[in-house]
């Protein structure tokens, strides 16, 4: 089991910059990866960006060069960057971490944080 908690949304004007963090209820280096994914209204869940344990990104197209996820293996804590924000990346922000247990994966997922961009 993985208790997520996340914090650090809010609402920011466009071109601003916010930072999300992530604390996982135990070792990160027992998670295999770590992500964040975006849930806008009247839309389906979608990746942001992923860290997997041995320090791989991956990034949405629409984030790449504004978005960076990196994680403090001394809190536990992941965090997402956020610079250049636009309107379009108003949405509720979920915090995931991916786990495998012999052959099979499991998922769990924070609470969200809301993040709204708007002038």
């Known amino acids: 089991q993985v208790q997520l908690v996340e914090s650090g949304g809010g609402l920011v004007q466009p071109g601003g910059s916010l930072r999300l963090s992530c604390a996982a209820s135990?070792?990160?280096?027992?998670?295999?990866?770590m992500g964040w994914y975006r849930q806008a209204p009247g839309k389906q869940r979608e990746l942001v960006a992923t860290i997997t344990s041995g320090g791989t990104t991956n990034y949405a197209s629409s984030v790449k060069g504004r978005f960076t996820i990196s994680v403090d293996n001394a809190k536990n804590t992941v965090y997402l960057q956020m610079n250049s924000l636009k309107p379009e990346d108003t949405a509720l922000y979920y915090c995931n971490a991916r786990v495998k247990q012999g052959s099979r994966w499991y998922d769990y997922w924070g609470q969200g944080t809301q993040v709204t961009v708007s002038s």
């Open positions: 135990r070792n990160i280096f027992s998670i295999n990866a």
